[in-house]
């Protein structure tokens, strides 16, 4: 099993920004594609950014420009720094881990609980 715990989300005005964090344990994080996903109410999970092992991200066309994953294997930690943020930006955000290349997250084994992220105008 792998365990995923996101934080750092929270309230803040549109052009704000938030860092989110997820924290990885219980197999080897390096080996796993990295995703952050987010879902309004009544709404479909979104895909919104990845990582993969390589180091190669792939981002939602809404969240280009602004939005950046990265992550540290020494600390086995995935980040979202998310700038000029929009109220249309407000959800849910998941982290996830996969073993294979996929924006669906159908293809993600694991997920954290979500961490709320509010942006007002």
């Known amino acids: 099993q792998v365990q995923l715990v996101e934080s750092g989300g929270g309230l803040v005005q549109a052009g704000g920004s938030l860092r989110l964090s997820c924290a990885a344990s219980?197999?080897?994080?390096?080996?796993?594609?990295m995703g952050w996903f987010r879902q309004d109410p009544g709404k479909e999970r979104e895909f919104v950014a990845r990582?993969?092992?390589?180091?190669?991200?792939t981002y939602l066309d809404s969240v280009k420009g602004r939005f950046t994953i990265s992550r540290d294997n020494a600390k086995n930690t995935v980040y979202l720094q998310m700038n000029s943020l929009k109220p249309e930006d407000t959800a849910v955000y998941y982290c996830?881990?996969?073993?294979?290349?996929?924006?669906?997250?159908?293809?993600?084994?694991?997920w954290g609980q979500g961490t709320q992220v509010t942006v007002s105008s």
């Open positions: 996830a881990a996969s073993t294979v290349i996929t924006v669906s997250p159908r293809g993600y084994n694991y």
């Open positions: 219980g197999r080897t994080f390096s080996n796993y594609n």
């Open positions: 990582i993969r092992t390589s180091g190669g991200t």
